[in-house]
């Protein structure tokens, strides 16, 4: 079995199906691991992936990579794009690698998703990403280890870790009480 197999199948299980967006985030991660020039097949602790979409690609990068939110070495950015930044912290070499949209198929429902995986993994490089050079500076309180920085919202009494706290006029205060929480409290 070929490398691109065993990861298509390392995504795949990490998933739970194979669909396109599997098929593209293996080929994503091969291709941005290659630039940097790391193996796939081994986990490496110097690799930092921004994604920029939470959708099937995510998973297939995380599985291949074994970067993850817990470690602090996968990171995600809400932009709604099929596209991940691959940072080799210690050479602070990185790669951005996005996918280059093109309908493929003409077939519609469950088919089309079986015949779109098939296609996007049999598509030459080229014609399916786009591939750049970039700068990446990631903040202190993003890097991976243990927290370096805390504080303690003036409002809510929450610990903020990692220099996530907003101070407005000497007032320290955690996301949810500067700009309002994505929940509001039933009791």
């Known amino acids: 079995m070929a490398d691109s197999d065993l990861l298509l199948a390392r995504a795949k299980e990490f998933h739970g199906d194979m ?47 074994g970067c993850s939110l817990g470690h602090r070495t996968l990171k995600y950015l809400p932009y709604g794009k099929f596209a991940a930044t691959f940072i080799n912290l210690a050479t602070q070499d990185a790669v951005r690698v996005s996918v280059l949209e093109k309908k493929r198929t003409e077939k519609s429902g469950p088919e089309a998703m079986k015949e779109a995986g098939k296609i996007l993994r049999d598509a030459p490089e080229d014609d399916l990403f786009r591939v750049r050079r970039v700068r990446v500076m990631i903040p202190d309180g993003d890097l991976p280890g243990l927290p370096k920085h805390r504080a303690r ?24 009480c500067a700009r309002g929480s994505y929940y509001t409290e039933t009791e």
């Open 19 to 65: 669909c396109a967006g599997i098929v593209l985030g293996t080929r994503m991660t091969m291709i941005g691991m290659r630039e940097l020039h790391m193996d796939p097949m081994v986990r490496n602790r110097d690799l930092i992936v921004y994604v920029e979409i939470d959708r099937c690609i995510a998973d297939a990068i995380q599985a291949i990579t």
């Open 153 to 176: 919202c003036n409002r809510c009494g929450e610990m903020i870790l990692d220099d996530k706290e907003i101070v407005t006029e000497e007032t320290i205060m955690c996301g949810n």
